[in-house]
C-alpha cells in the first residue's frame, strides 16, 4: 500500500460516520497530511452541514501549515452553491498546494468543475486512489445520480423450511422468524438508509411501525403501496413519528378515513402519489421513479412476498439480507425467489444472515 492509498483508506473510515444522516449528500471522509502527520480530519455533517473538507480544514490547530499540507478526500469537490458554499473555493482560500482524490464527482453540478477550479488556482491533483473502494462507499449516491434510482436493498427473513409467514394468525403483529438480535440490527441498518418500503397486506397483517425503536438514529421515510385504497389512518406506518409516502391507484385513496374517530382531526405527515398498476412489469420502475423526485437514495425493500419480488422480476435491487431462523412453519408464504452472487454468511446467536449483491 502507498502513502495515498493509506490515506485515503483513513478517509473512507472517517466517512462512515456520515451513514443514515448526510442523504441525499455523498457520506465523504477527509484528512489533511503535514509532514507525513494528520493534522486535520472531517466527514460530512447531516444534510445541510458542512461538508468533509470544511469540517476537516476547521479542525486543523494551526492553520498555518495549510499552505504546506495535502488533503486528501474519498470524492471531488463541489464547485457549486447548494445549502453551503463550494469546498472548492475552501481549498483555495487556505492555498492547501495539493489534493488527493479518491473519484471524480458524477452529479451533475460537479462532474469534474471542482477539480478544474481547483488546476486553475494551481493545486496538483492526483484523482483515482483506491477508486473501487471509494465507490463501493459511495454506492448509494452514485446509484442515485447514475441510474436515477435509489439504491434498493432488499430484506427477508425465513424460516428453517423457506416460509417468511404463516399461513394464518391470531393476532393483527408480526410472528418473530428471527431472534432480539437480529431485529435490533434491522433497526440499525433502518437508521442507516433514508427509506423503508412494505406493501399493503404487510401493514394489513403486520401494524409495522417502520422506525428505528431498538435503535438510535433517524427514522427512515416510510414507503407503502395500496393499490386498492385498503388501508386506515390508525395504522402505525401513518402515525407522526416519521414521514409517510403512500402510493395508491386513485386520487380518492384513504386520506381522511379512519377506524378511529379520534384520529380524524390529526395532522399526520403524509404525501400521497399515484401508480399505474397496469404495467405490470413497470410497477418497481415507477416506485423507483417517485422515490427518485422525493431525493431519496437508499430504500429497504421489507416486504411482503409479492411487493419482494416484484422488485426481482424487474431485476431492479442492489443487495439481498436475508435471515434463516430455526423454526418451521410447514405451510404459509414462500421466501421471494431470487439469484444473486453470496458475499458473506454469519452467525447471530442460532440464526443465519447471509449478504447478496445483485450483478
Same mark, same amino acid.
Given at each position: ?241 416519521? &414521514?409517510? %409516502?403512500?402510493?395508491?391507484?386513485? $386520487? =380518492? @385513496? *384513504? ?10 382531526? !390529526? ?42 419480488? &416484484?422488485? %426481482?422480476?424487474?431485476?431492479?435491487? $442492489? =443487495? @439481498? *439480507? ?10 404459509? !408464504? ?26
Amino acid at each position: 500500500m502507498n502513502i495515498h492509498e493509506k490515506y485515503i483508506k483513513r478517509c473512507i473510515e472517517i466517512g462512515k460516520n456520515g451513514l443514515g444522516t448526510t442523504a441525499p449528500n455523498p457520506m465523504v471522509g477527509c484528512v489533511i497530511v503535514h509532514d507525513q502527520s494528520i493534522i486535520g480530519e472531517g466527514f460530512t455533517s447531516p444534510y445541510g452541514g458542512a461538508h468533509a473538507e470544511v469540517n476537516a480544514i476547521n479542525s486543523v490547530k494551526n492553520p498555518n501549515l495549510l499552505s504546506k499540507a495535502t488533503l486528501y478526500v474519498t470524492l471531488e469537490p463541489c464547485s457549486h452553491f447548494g445549502k453551503t458554499p463550494p469546498c472548492a473555493d475552501a481549498i483555495i482560500k487556505f492555498k492547501i498546494p495539493k489534493v488527493v482524490i479518491g473519484t471524480t464527482d458524477t452529479h451533475s453540478a460537479v462532474a469534474g468543475k471542482g477539480i478544474e477550479k481547483l488546476k486553475a488556482s494551481g493545486c496538483e491533483i492526483i484523482v483515482g486512489v483506491l477508486e473501487d473502494e471509494v465507490k463501493a462507499h459511495h454506492k448509494r449516491f452514485f446509484t442515485f445520480h447514475n441510474k436515477k434510482r435509489p439504491y434498493i436493498i432488499l430484506k427477508w427473513a425465513e424460516t428453517a423450511d423457506g416460509f417468511i409467514a404463516p399461513s394464518s394468525r391470531d393476532e393483527q403483529k408480526p410472528v418473530w422468524i428471527t431472534n432480539e438480535f437480529s431485529r435490533q440490527l434491522v433497526h440499525k441498518w433502518r437508521a442507516e438508509e433514508q427509506a423503508i418500503l412494505v406493501g399493503t397486506n404487510t401493514v394489513i397483517e403486520d401494524n409495522p411501525s417502520l422506525t428505528t425503536r431498538d435503535w438510535c438514529g433517524r427514522n427512515p421515510i416510510r414507503i407503502v403501496l395500496d393499490k386498492n385504497s385498503r388501508l386506515f389512518l390508525d395504522a402505525a406506518v401513518f402515525d407522526a413519528k416519521a &414521514t409517510t %409516502i403512500l402510493i395508491s391507484e386513485k $386520487d =380518492e @385513496a *384513504r386520506n381522511t378515513e379512519t377506524q378511529d374517530d379520534s384520529l380524524k382531526n !390529526t395532522n399526520l405527515s403524509i404525501n400521497l402519489e399515484l401508480l399505474n398498476w397496469e404495467l405490470k412489469d413497470k410497477i418497481a420502475h415507477q416506485i423507483c421513479t417517485i422515490l427518485f423526485g422525493h431525493d431519496i437514495n437508499s430504500v429497504i425493500i421489507e416486504g411482503g412476498r409479492q411487493t419482494l419480488q &416484484t422488485f %426481482i422480476d424487474e431485476n431492479l435491487w $442492489d =443487495e @439481498a *439480507r436475508v435471515f434463516k431462523g430455526t423454526i418451521n412453519f410447514t405451510s404459509g !408464504t414462500k421466501a421471494p425467489h431470487f439469484s444473486g452472487r453470496l458475499l458473506s454468511e454469519e452467525k447471530i446467536i442460532n440464526d443465519t444472515l447471509k449478504l447478496y449483491t445483485n450483478d
